[in-house]
């Protein structure tokens, strides 16, 4: 059997060997007409040895029996199936009406076989031909009854074969042709089938196993179908996401694009591509929320014939978890925005540091020239006194200048030492206060203290409280105008204590206090450049409160005031060192592990 398959598919047409269901079509064609003109060959001499000698009908109607190897020839030749059918009915009903005619009309055997011409039609999958050969069956039908109501037929000869011997061939003929047709027929559905068995197969198979998820929708965007990896993605069984149970997993934000996607796909004919997230029942350790990402292309499901005109349009749609790349995209997002905060910080410590370094040393390099050129000027003891002074005055300012930004520069890198012991919070607050009177009372400030007598020691850096609490006072006289009020307390609640710093100054509008804090950064065009200092006194506050394990929060507005409240523990917790081998943090953060533990205790802020 496999060298006769090999030898008929020899004879295909190189067009009918790319397909499985063509190539049997073809060669089931081929193999029927090659067998019927081989059998009519080796039947002719049994009939010759029946009949004798025969006549010029009897070679006719042989000669058109081994016509169906023509039939084939061509098929061979040009692979146009439909074609071949058409010249087979031709050819049939061609030696039916030749035989009928000849013979006496629907009286005779041959009559039978315009049955057939219809049914071998069929199997060229083709209404057309169908159509074709019926319409030619019917026409040669009526036209036997017309011809036989005039009389222009002779009349049927008796069968020289005892007991309607060749009706009975005929029939028997006609039924093992028809018989024939069945079987090509039984055999191409049978083959139909297991191809369409492969193809399902292959499809389920693609479906089952590939991580993306396949659904068909309908024109309202309801899930027709959708592949098994939606469990996997989506944490759920199937049936929870048939009809519009995919939709109603939909973040409630995403859904008019997710419908617009759909929509656009099943009405413009041409793929859309659209992002939204969609909850999972089931949020893994490492991503503990309930909704994903996902990237879904859909484009509509085409179809052909009268399925096209009948059908309503369809969406097929993949799609793919895409969360990976969103957080990706998150944090390229905010390495972008951190970038541009550094330059924009970089740019503001080059505008404040090129006016907060030439003042001082310009006072500097000016005094210092008039006293080098005392006889010129004949300065006397009490201007050169003035002049030291001067002098001293503005390199104690770019001292503290220099000395803010080695603190920020350590605390940034991690490096900021923290010396605790026990001290008197108490003491070291009314000291920061005494200190900073006498400025007070240069600018017209009332400064208030309310700190207890009882307060207990606490275990800290002193110096840095000391150092938060000065920049907190002198930053609320700074903004403060004449006649304002500074009050400065102290409270223990809990095991924290409690010191609140506030004034009746300029505020802070809402859009800076998520900015403050920041090294260099000046808030407010209210009082932008009309006092001293590189923005870094409240850097420094933060990071220093951030080191101690407290919280620091601002609460101001507009021409009413600021209020700042640092809650510090009674106990210091020493915070985990940085290693080497661990990134520096950048401008705008601590060390990698203090940030961390600052993420827990961050500033909060609000208006």
Not at 35 to 45: Q, R, Y
Not at 180 to 186: I, N, V
Request: proline share 4%.
């Amino acid at each position: 059997m496999s060298i006769i398959h090999d030898r008929l598919d020899a004879l295909l047409h190189p067009s009918a060997r790319n397909d499985a269901l063509t190539s049997a079509r073809h060669r089931a064609f081929i193999a029927q007409r090659l067998l019927g003109s081989l059998v009519a060959f080796a039947a002719f001499p049994v009939y010759l040895a029946m009949r004798g000698a025969p006549t010029a009908i009897e070679v006719a109607v042989l000669a058109w029996l081994v016509a169906p190897i023509l039939l084939s020839w061509f098929l061979s030749r040009t692979g146009h199936y439909e074609g071949a059918h058409v010249l087979s009915s031709l050819a049939l009903t061609g030696l039916a009406m030749s035989l009928a005619v000849t013979a006496g009309g629907m009286e005779t055997f041959a009559a039978i076989w315009l049955v057939v011409v219809p049914l071998e039609a069929a199997l060229s999958a083709s209404r057309r031909v169908v159509a074709f050969a019926l319409v030619l069956a019917l026409s040669c039908t009526a036209l036997l009854i017309v011809l036989g109501q005039f009389g222009t037929l002779p009349i049927a000869q008796a069968n020289p074969l005892p007991g309607g011997g060749f009706t009975a061939i005929a029939v028997a003929s006609a039924t093992l042709y028809a018989a024939g047709l069945a079987f090509a027929s039984e055999s191409l559905t049978r083959t139909s089938f297991a191809l369409l068995n492969v193809e399902e197969d292959r499809y389920r198979l693609l479906a089952r196993n590939m991580s993306d998820v396949i659904t068909r929708h309908g024109r309202d965007g309801a899930v027709q179908f959708i592949s098994r990896a939606a469990e996997t993605m989506l944490g759920t069984q199937l049936t929870a996401l048939i009809g519009h149970g995919l939709f109603d997993r939909v973040h409630i934000a995403d859904r008019p694009a997710y419908l617009t996607a759909l929509s656009d796909a099943a009405r413009g004919g041409q793929t859309h591509s659209v992002e939204f997230r969609i909850r999972r029942d089931t949020p893994t350790e490492r991503r503990p929320s309930d909704f994903i990402w996902v990237e879904m292309r859909c484009r509509p499901l085409e179809r052909t014939g009268l399925a096209a005109a009948v059908s309503e349009p369809e969406v097929v749609a993949v799609l793919r978890e895409v969360t990976d790349r969103k957080v990706q995209e998150q944090a390229l997002e905010l390495a972008r925005a951190a970038a541009e905060q550094a330059d924009a910080a970089k740019t503001r410590f080059l505008a404040n540091m090129s006016h907060e370094l030439r003042t001082p040393l310009n006072a500097i390099i000016g005094f210092s020239e008039m006293i080098a050129q005392e006889d010129v000027l004949m300065l006397n003891a009490a201007r050169r006194k003035e002049y030291a002074q001067l002098i001293n005055d503005s390199g104690q300012h770019l001292l503290s200048m220099v000395n803010g930004i080695l603190d920020i520069s350590k605390m940034e890198a991690g490096n900021f030492e923290i010396a605790p012991e026990p001290f008197d919070p108490r003491v070291a607050l009314i000291n920061c206060c005494s200190l900073l009177a006498l400025k007070a009372r240069e600018n017209d400030i009332d400064l208030v203290t309310h700190v207890p007598e009882d307060m207990p020691l606490m275990t800290g850096d002193p110096r840095a409280f000391r150092q938060v609490a000065l920049n907190l006072i002198s930053n609320a006289i700074k903004f403060s105008e004449g006649g304002g009020e500074v009050t400065v307390s102290a409270a223990i609640e809990r095991s924290r204590l409690v010191l609140r710093v506030t004034d009746t100054g300029v505020g802070i509008a809402a859009d800076d206090l998520n900015r403050i804090g920041d090294p260099f950064f000046q808030a407010g065009k209210t009082y932008q450049r009309r006092h001293e200092g590189a923005g870094l006194g409240l850097s420094i506050v933060k990071n220093l409160v951030a080191l101690h394990g407290g919280e620091l929060t601002i609460r101001s507005k507009i021409d009413q005031g600021t209020t700042v409240t640092v809650a510090l523990p009674l106990a210091y917790t020493p915070i985990a060192k940085a290693t080497e081998s661990e990134p520096a943090s950048n401008i705008a953060t601590l060390s990698s592990r203090a940030a961390s533990q600052y993420q827990d205790n961050q500033v909060k802020r609000s208006a």
